[in-house]
Antibody, heavy 118, light 106 residues
Framework: EQLVESGGGLVQPGGSLRLSCAAS????????MHWVRQPTGKGLEWVSG???????FYPGSLKGRFSIFRENAKNSLYLQMNSLRAGDTAVYYCAREIRNGGGAFDIWGQGTMVTVSS | SYELTQPPSVSVSPGQTANITCSGN??????VCWYQQKPGQSPVLVIYQDKKRPSGIPERFSGSNSGNTATLTISGTQAVDEADYYC?????????FGGGTRLTVL
């Protein structure tokens, strides 16, 4: 059971970036999935989640700029990030939510670094 | 996001019990989970649904949740337990993490 993120990099303020997360070793389509970010030296922040049926949800602070979606046929999760700001600089992790587990994430990827800077 | 408060740091001697708290409004009405994160590594789930341990997590890790406070307890703390610990809970469909607690094993 593994998650591998990709797509991070350096982007200018106001730019866009799409992150990908490839799942393997489990039935991806039946799990809710999430993105969590962590600025260097700081704590974790939940970024977005998507249900097994494809219903997305976001914190109010990020709604409108970030968009989460999934392609179950490709065992893949994505995060489209627009209008990026310096404050979005962080390691971005994808994570699997335990089924009927009270919202806990049992599998995490290794993370992909996003740097927003001119 | 749902606001959760943790102490920035906790220190414990090897073999002693460490208690890390997490506070939030009516937290006892929600499920809390806990993650351990070591430098340069991804978080690892150590407790979910307040007190359940995932497979592979040592029995010395336990959890409780009541009122406005959840507690992660590490009994017989070992040097290998030195790490950052984060609590997490959900309010409606909004997730929140505590700010994290650095556990130092002196």
């Amino acid at each position: 059971e593994q998650l591998v993120e990709s797509g991070g990099g350096l982007v200018q303020p106001g730019g866009s970036l799409r992150l990908s997360c490839a799942a393997s070793g489990f039935t991806f389509s039946i799990y809710d999935m999430h993105w969590v970010r962590q600025p260097t030296g700081k704590g974790l922040e939940w970024v977005s989640g998507i249900g097994a049926a494809g219903d997305p949800f976001y914190p109010g602070s990020l709604k409108g700029r970030f968009s989460i979606f999934r392609e179950n046929a490709k065992n893949s999760l994505y995060l489209q990030m627009n209008s990026l700001r310096a404050g979005d600089t962080a390691v971005y992790y994808c994570a699997r939510e335990i089924r009927n587990g009270g919202g806990a994430f049992d599998i995490w990827g290794q993370g992909t670094m996003v740097t927003v800077s001119s | 996001s749902y606001e959760l408060t943790q102490p920035p740091s906790v220190s414990v001697s090897p073999g002693q019990t460490a208690n890390i708290t997490c506070s939030g409004n009516n937290l006892g009405d929600k499920y809390v989970c806990w993650y351990q994160q070591k430098p340069g590594q991804s978080p690892v789930l150590v407790i979910y649904q307040d007190k359940k341990r995932p497979s592979g997590i040592p029995e010395r890790f336990s959890g409780s949740n009541s009122g406005n406070t959840a507690t992660l307890t590490i009994s017989g703390t070992q040097a290998v337990d030195e790490a950052d610990y984060y609590c997490q809970a959900w309010d409606s469909s909004t997730g929140g993490f505590g700010g994290g607690t650095r556990l130092t094993v002196l």
